[in-house]
């Protein structure tokens, strides 16, 4: 079993940075691969970027790439994920997840409760 729980989001201008961080609790962290998805009001939730276990292999969605950076650390078992140059539409619930050894982000293991970004105009 693996616990979420990601940190990080507030309220900031268009233009703006804000880092996200997720901490998992639990066995193992090393051995999924982890991922970012988001959440706009009235919308389906949708794909941000994902890494793999060890780190290297990294994939974004088409709408934060150069924009977004998703790393991790796997002695402090937790996962990040660096927004720059954000937008109002960037706005959404910000969701962490995991998944056992590859990424697929159509079959994720566990998710976190989610935290909400806003970016002002």
């Known amino acids: 079993q693996v616990q979420l729980v990601e940190s990080g989001g507030g309220l900031v201008q268009a233009g703006g940075s804000l880092r996200l961080s997720c901490t998992a609790s639990?066995?193992?962290?090393?051995?999924?691969?982890l991922g970012w998805f988001r959440q706009a009001p009235g919308k389906e939730r949708v794909f941000v970027a994902a890494?793999?276990?060890?780190?290297?292999?990294?994939y974004s969605g088409d709408s934060v790439k150069g924009r977004f950076t998703i790393s991790r650390d796997n002695a402090k078992t937790t996962v990040y994920l660096q927004m720059n140059s954000l937008k109002p539409e960037d706005t959404a619930v910000y969701y962490c997840?995991?998944?056992?050894?590859?990424?697929?982000?159509?079959?994720?293991?566990?998710w976190g409760q989610g935290t909400q970004v806003t970016v002002s105009s």
């Open positions: 639990g066995r193992s962290f090393s051995y999924y691969a």
């Open positions: 997840a995991a998944r056992m050894s590859l990424w697929n982000q159509d079959n994720i293991d566990y």
């Open positions: 890494i793999g276990r060890n780190g290297y292999s990294t």
